[in-house]
């Protein structure tokens, strides 16, 4: 079976990226680009309710969704959250209901993986350090004392804005879940004022709403995980729907020819070996970005066991013995799109 295609073409964004939007579209969008959250974000306007909002007010809209995003972005940088983990076993913290839901979803995502996205994977996150100058391999020691702690702690409500983190050194880290969420509230900022066919694409999160005025399916290009020039899938979507891709090329660092990438097997406190490259579509975002880490942790077998039973289509990559292993639910094989007819556009 055929897995990947050469790129070509001028697809508008860098090529680095997990997920790719192809346009295709007779009719140009409207859309805007800014940095956020550490990645391009890119908010697209394909059609609007014209009885709501006029033409002279699409850079508004526009301008709205990112202002949403950024909202997320100042919660999850968090002023509350830090102090929820910095008062962990000492006292409890106003945090506020928006970021106590988001907390309650991520753990209840917890539950749904068992246990393989954990929202409350601080202490190894600060740990290892991946993605900063101060990334390093740990001693056995401090990975099992990290671990000791994850695996300990407790998020307790305490009323509708306050809760209470413990033990002492607990530490919640919602990078699996954040962007997702904001994704998510910026297509219903979009909607809200207007907008009826529309994407908001971030890096390795996605998700689209509507219908295209030309009739033709959102394309969305999967990034093959061992060259960036190549396309893994391209998937045809008709509905709303979010996509969301973890991979071990996103932040990492290499000793030796080994590489230790950001996302951690809560079981080992280590790096994921299983999988080069998870990918997941959900109607959240949220719930797509939380189960491609999961999914990603667990590796090809067990994690399209577990999104078979969700009925979340599904791809994920491994690579073993120096060649790439790819597993698919049926559900994703049926959005599978023509990989040659989409390069050759």
């Given at each position: 079976m055929k897995t990947s295609s050469k790129l070509s073409g001028h697809f508008g964004v860098s090529m680095l990226a997990a997920l790719i939007f192809i346009s295709g579209c007779s009719q140009l969008p409207v859309e805007d680009t800014k940095t956020l959250m550490g990645t391009q974000v890119i908010v697209t306007i394909y059609d609007y309710d014209k009885e709501q909002i006029n033409s002279d007010q699409l850079q508004s809209v526009l301008d709205s969704s990112f202002r949403e995003i950024k909202r997320i972005q100042s919660l999850a940088q968090w002023r509350q959250l830090k102090n929820l983990n910095d008062w962990a076993g000492k006292r409890p913290a106003y945090i506020g209901n928006e970021l106590i839901t988001l907390i309650d979803d991520a753990y209840?995502?917890?539950?749904?993986?068992?246990?393989?996205?954990?929202?409350?994977?601080?202490?190894?996150?600060?740990?290892?350090a991946i993605g900063t100058d101060s990334a390093r391999i740990p001693a056995y020691w401090e990975i099992e004392d990290a671990q000791d702690v994850v695996f300990d702690t407790y998020f307790n409500v305490v009323d509708s804005a306050t809760a209470y983190l413990e033990p002492l050194g607990a530490s919640l880290d919602l990078g699996g879940v954040a962007k997702g969420y904001a994704v998510d509230r910026a297509c219903e900022v979009l909607k809200e004022l207007g907008v009826t066919a529309g994407m908001v694409w971030a890096g390795g999160d996605l998700k689209v709403f509507g219908h295209k005025p030309d009739g033709e399916p959102w394309r969305i290009a999967v990034r093959h995980p061992r060259d960036p020039e190549q396309f893994a899938a391209v998937l045809e979507i008709r509905d709303e729907m979010a996509v969301a891709t973890s991979g071990d090329y996103e932040r990492y660092f290499e000793i030796n020819g080994g590489r230790y990438h950001h996302i951690i097997n809560p079981e080992t406190g280590?790096?994921?070996?299983?999988?080069?490259?998870?990918?997941?579509?959900?109607?959240?975002?949220?719930?797509?970005?939380?189960?491609?880490?999961?999914?990603?942790?667990?590796?090809?077998?067990?994690?399209?066991?577990?999104?078979?039973?969700?009925?979340l289509p599904a791809m994920i990559m491994a690579e073993r013995d120096g060649e790439i292993v790819m597993k698919e639910t049926s559900s994703f094989r049926r959005l599978r799109g023509d990989l040659d007819a989409v390069v050759e556009q």
């Open positions: 209840l995502l917890s539950v749904d993986t068992h246990g393989a996205f954990r929202p409350d994977m601080g202490p190894l996150v600060k740990l290892w280590y790096p994921g070996l299983k999988s080069i490259s998870a990918t997941v579509l959900a109607e959240r975002c949220m719930d797509a970005d939380a189960y491609a880490t999961a999914f990603f942790v667990l590796g090809p077998e067990e994690g399209i066991r577990m999104s078979s039973q969700f009925d």
